[in-house]
């Protein structure tokens, strides 16, 4: 079994579920008040679903080889 896959599955679902918490939080001036006002959650969610869908991607063409 290739670790790309399940790594790659669980990169995509923290991140699907950190981008949505970004999203809904979006109006909260006062929570991202620390980070400059910077919607983390909302940035590190996107990063996330994008490493995951590179792994998974991965782990996907290396099965069809």
Request: glycine share 18%.
């Amino acid at each position: 079994m290739d670790l790309r896959l399940p790594i790659g599955g669980l990169f995509l679902v923290l991140g699907a579920i950190l981008g949505v918490y970004g999203l809904v939080t979006n109006g909260d001036t006062a929570m991202y008040e620390r980070s400059g006002g910077l919607n983390i959650n909302l940035v590190w969610g996107g990063v996330m679903l994008v490493f995951g869908s590179i792994f998974y991607g991965l782990a996907q063409r290396a099965a069809r080889r």
